[in-house]
Antibody, heavy 117, light 110 residues
């Protein structure tokens, strides 16, 4: 059974940094591209970032480019999102999602990041 | 303002059929596959339809997807109260070099 479990969310001050993680199991993690998708409270879904299976290719939404960095450790079956220069508008539930080449095939339960003073 | 346009809400009675539209442009829907996601209240999104019209294992055939030009449609027949959820369309946008979603449609089963 495919499982994606996010962790690392919490309260951070504006301008601060936070790193969220996603632990994958139930599939060969190193064979799949991965994504981060976020959802602000009461709002819709927003794709954040993509990383290929070998980390050779990454993409970012314009809203986070230059501030967020996606990475992965295939030996640890883990996906990460380093978030710097956080703003109130980054407050959201952050989901990791396995890539299906043109769709998000499996989703984790999400981790809440709150940016507030 | 989402790149893809969905109606904010739709409603229908149990047992009836409903369609949810998703409108885009040539840089997204017009040249890429569309997928659909169901988000039940308080839960994570779940894949409903991939590659315009493919249902993953375990998704009932009451759910269907189609695409024509720069628009896509999700159809749900035999509505059940358990179908009440937010529904999102998604695709790749060539101009943005990234994935995009519609703003979401809240389905109410009256």
């Amino acid at each position: 059974e495919v499982q994606l479990v996010e962790s690392g969310g919490g309260l951070v001050q504006p301008g601060g940094s936070l790193k969220v993680s996603c632990a994958a199991s139930g599939f060969t993690f190193s064979s799949y591209s991965m994504n981060w998708v976020r959802q602000a409270p009461g709002k819709g879904l927003e794709w954040v970032s993509y990383i290929s299976s070998t980390s050779s290719t990454t993409y970012y939404a314009d809203s986070v480019k230059g501030r967020f960095t996606i990475s992965r450790d295939n030996a640890k079956n883990s996906l990460y999102l380093q978030m710097n220069s956080l703003r109130a508008g980054d407050t959201a539930v952050y989901y990791c999602a396995r890539d299906g080449n043109s769709y998000f095939e499996y989703w984790g339960h999400g981790t809440l990041v709150t940016v507030s003073s | 303002q989402s790149v893809l346009t969905q109606p904010p809400s739709v409603s229908a009675a149990p047992g009836q059929k409903v369609t949810i539209s998703c409108s885009g442009g040539s840089s997204n829907i017009g040249n890429n596959y569309v997928s659909w996601y169901q988000q039940l209240p308080g839960t994570a999104p779940k894949l409903l339809i991939s590659e315009n019209n493919k249902r993953p294992s375990g998704i009932p055939d009451r759910f269907s997807g189609s695409k024509s030009g720069t628009s896509a449609t999700l159809g749900i027949t035999g509505l059940q109260t358990g179908d009440e959820a937010d529904y999102y369309c998604g695709t790749w946008d060539n101009s943005l070099s990234g994935r995009v979603f519609g703003g979401g449609t809240k389905l109410t089963v009256l």
